[in-house]
């Protein structure tokens, strides 16, 4: 199994990024994904999963109504669309894949990415 992120960068505050994660070795269709973040010297946290039904999302209350977790599950890909960006978005983000819908923890996600680089200037 391999997730494969991208699309991170450096923005302006205000800016936008999507982020994509790229599956191969599993039956997407069948996973429920995840997105989650670590800043400098902090614990990772969760950010947004979507279930194996494609409108079923979850999101921490820090980034809703500004963050997009969507699927494509005929590219095998999660997205996370993120507008209104801030300074303390500035993370690793990660994306996960496991068989528990709307969880917020880690270690219910069985595959992990190795992560791609956010950071939000002021």
């Known amino acids: 199994v391999q997730l494969v992120e991208s699309g991170g960068g450096l923005v302006p505050a205000g800016g936008s990024l999507r982020l994509s994660c790229a599956a191969s070795?599993?039956?997407?269709?069948?996973?429920?994904m995840g997105w989650f973040r670590q800043a400098p010297g902090k614990e990772r946290e969760f950010v947004a999963a979507?279930?194996?039904?494609?409108?079923?999302?979850y999101y921490t209350d820090s980034v809703k109504g500004r963050f997009t977790i969507s699927r494509d599950n005929a590219k095998n890909t999660v997205y996370l669309q993120m507008n209104s960006l801030k300074p303390e978005d500035t993370a690793i983000y990660y994306c996960?894949?496991?068989?528990?819908?709307?969880?917020?923890?880690?270690?219910?996600?069985?595959?992990w990415g190795r992560g791609t680089q956010v950071t939000i200037s002021s």
């Open positions: 996960a894949a496991g068989r528990i819908a709307h969880t917020d923890y880690a270690p219910y996600y069985n595959y």
């Open positions: 070795g599993l039956a997407f269709s069948t996973y429920a």
């Open positions: 979507i279930s194996w039904i494609v409108d079923s999302t």
